[in-house]
Nanobody, 125 residues
């Protein structure tokens, strides 16, 4: 069973940066999607970025240009680098994993079928 544990959330000032990490265990699928989601204080959950088993990356429009998703297959860790942080970036950040269900996009697949971690809190003020 896939287990996801996020870390790296913190309170930062506007314009600051954070790198979130997601430690992944039990991932045995050969075709998969991994991604990050942002849940706002109003409990809206939006996709941020996703990466599939081939390394193809998708960014949601809302944060594109300020975030970078990456993975380290040796460390079994997914990262989200966030720069130029804004107050609206505040919220819980979750990583997710799912089977790749092409032709669905990874963000759509994760939103619908994803296995989630417990989240890490980011506060920007």
């Amino acid at each position: 069973d896939v287990q996801l544990v996020e870390s790296g959330g913190d309170s930062v000032q506007v314009g600051g940066s954070l790198r979130l990490s997601c430690s992944i265990s039990g991932l045995t699928w050969t075709n998969y999607c991994l991604g990050w989601f942002h849940q706002t204080p109003e409990n809206e959950r939006e996709g941020v970025a996703a990466i599939d088993n081939d390394g193809s990356i998708t960014y949601a429009d809302s944060k594109e240009g300020r975030v970078t998703i990456s993975r380290d297959n040796v460390k079994n860790t997914l990262y989200l680098q966030m720069d130029s942080l804004k107050p609206e970036d505040t919220g819980m950040y979750y990583c997710a994993a799912s089977l790749n269900r092409r032709p669905w996009s990874c963000l759509r697949t994760l939103q619908t079928f994803g296995k989630w971690g417990q989240g890490t809190q980011v506060t920007v003020s």
